[in-house]
């Protein structure tokens, strides 16, 4: 396998320039490498083949220029993604050739990673019995570490208390809104469109879902009929209006969890973000609004790991994952799918099946 | 005195329609009612002659119609405001003629409470020997009360902390900056003019104060240098730009304390609030924005006012009202000197000095 390996190309997607609103072709460069041989790596090197990448909204915001959480990827670098890979060659003693592992691969066939690589710290072999390699990337990996620790850290959800969960098919959402329901709260998502909005009521077991593609009132209206006691957690993937709305029905002492603004991530330009304008409903409320990075988290993963997977073993929680096939040069267009939320659960980039 | 009280006539403000934007005199309307005789009052009622009220950013908000944290002034209504008063009449045990109190007296000259008033649960008397009328009206009463569970409860800053608060030099701003010095933080305040900023800072020992009338970028560039390791409490009083410029220099793990938004009060429609663009830095930053109402610590009053009468006495806290004489009839006018920014200090209106 390393000989056949070493045999073939790498293809990379690499940022060409930044993007002004939605990506577009002219953002990506697709480049081709020759993968290195298994002898030319260094002691304490690995090389690993890309199984499946995992296409986030956060990417949107890594490929601006400006200080965030985490440095934005540079011009002509390979486009930064987690994923799913195989270690083809190794000559590091913990990892062996046929090895699976979690780790930020970048959007391409094959990832190195040096002794002293700074990706390692994220480089992690997984348990194929815990979950299968697209739930590495939904439940057991970001979304869901997102999920647990975005609700149950920040959000402080009680039993009975009504938790609304927006983008509630997607990566993040789906885990919400199971996780609040484990622990006893009444669990109202938002989502876009009937399949997505039956899929979690019917089979995840949400107790309502508002469909915010059903009119320009929909969401108004289905927060007053879904929360008549007012929304305790609200756990926000999406900003915008959505946010605006969920405002205007906050319970006393509500928490917010800030975890992403899909809707405002392609402004033409960053002051162009929409602020919540009813934000002072946090004094009326006595609530508060609060933003989470789940790296902050990683020391802790193995603990959310190991009840998530706990979950998903007696059947409590499901999952679904959006896999687009066609490896890295469809990556471009399969992430669009994110924007459109054309996207029916985790999208996930099958790489090498 | 009784007597004399009983001969007389008490003028009082009362609502007379509700303002879009900065409230108009067509907004208010002054009555005059005959003061009721000691002899007709109950038992357990009590007849209180005004002698200071306390002006404040929140009687905007209490003006308008809709649900808030308490119910809107009514139509007609004698204007809602906190006072320091002296008991003229009393029918009550607990209350001699001669007692000075704190109470909703409303704006008027005279506020008579029934035995079962719902106003009764905020009526207590003062001890003249921890502070003077007026301080009784900023630092020991709600201003004080606001700053100080707002900072402490709500903004939580640890010694070494930079602390921001806007409207300095304002009722809240004032106390809030004092006691952050007091708890070893660094202290940065924003303030309209020269003269409110120099005294924050010589007189009430902030580290700096940020004049935003100096200039378009004169609170940008201001947070930058006062602030080189960004911001980790702020004390919003005001909402608006200066909100969103102090988002963009969080520190991580930064609190906001949203405590008012007097930039926004005067819009001509709710919904015109300008939210706060730059929110998702609570999310780069792992912030948060949480709203306080004061009178949800009222049970703690006692315990705030005896810690912040010790820093009167000791000269560790300065207090600065504005005193604005010629009775309940030139309220109207006195109250748009806080929306121009024009009080320098606590803003009190002086009924019966």
Chains 1, 2 share one sequence.
Not at 40 to 65: C, F, H, I, Q, Y
Not at 268 to 283: D, H
């Amino acid at each position: 396998m390393t000989a056949s390996a070493a045999a073939s190309i790498n293809r990379q997607i690499r940022l060409a320039s930044r993007p002004a609103g939605l990506p577009t072709n002219e953002n990506w460069r697709l480049t081709e490498e020759a993968v290195p041989a298994a002898s030319e790596l260094a002691d304490g090197e690995l090389l690993v083949k890309t199984l499946a990448l995992s296409l986030d909204p956060a990417m949107r915001g890594w490929m601006n220029e400006g200080k965030s959480y985490i440095p934005p990827v540079g011009i002509d670098e390979v486009m930064r993604a987690g994923g799913i890979g195989r270690v083809v060659a190794s000559k590091h003693p913990a990892f062996a050739v046929g090895d699976e592992v979690s780790a930020i691969l970048g959007v391409q066939e094959f990832a190195r990673f040096g002794a002293n690589d700074a990706r390692r710290a994220a480089l992690f072999k997984i348990d194929r019995r815990l979950g299968t390699a697209t739930q590495w990337l939904n439940v057991l990996g970001m979304p869901g570490m997102t999920a647990y620790f975005g609700l149950l850290d920040v959000g402080q959800p009680k039993a009975g208390n009504t938790v609304v969960v927006s983008g509630a098919a997607g990566a993040v959402g789906q885990t919400v809104g199971q996780l609040a329901k484990i622990k006893g709260c009444r669990v109202v998502g938002i989502a876009g469109g009937k399949a997505k909005c039956d899929w979690v009521v019917s089979e995840l077991g949400f107790d309502a879902c508002i469909d915010y593609k059903a009119g320009p009132s929909a969401v108004r209206d289905g927060l007053k009929q879904s929360c008549p006691d007012g929304v305790d957690v609200y756990f926000d993937n999406v900003g915008g209006e959505i946010l605006d709305l969920v405002l205007t029905r906050l319970a006393r002492g509500a928490r917010i969890v800030i975890c992403g603004a899909i809707s405002q991530y392609n402004n033409e330009s960053g002051t162009a973000v929409a602020g919540p304008k009813n934000y002072l409903s946090l004094l009326v409320n006595r609530a508060r609004m609060e933003g989470m990075v789940v790296f902050d988290y990683a020391a802790r993963y193995p603990e959310a790991i190991a009840e998530l997977a706990g979950y998903l073993a007696d059947g409590r929680m499901k999952s679904k994952e959006d896999v687009v096939t066609g490896g890295v040069s469809v990556f471009p267009e399969a992430l669009l799918k994110l924007f459109s939320g054309e996207n029916f659960g985790k999208l996930v980039l099958e790489v090498d099946g």
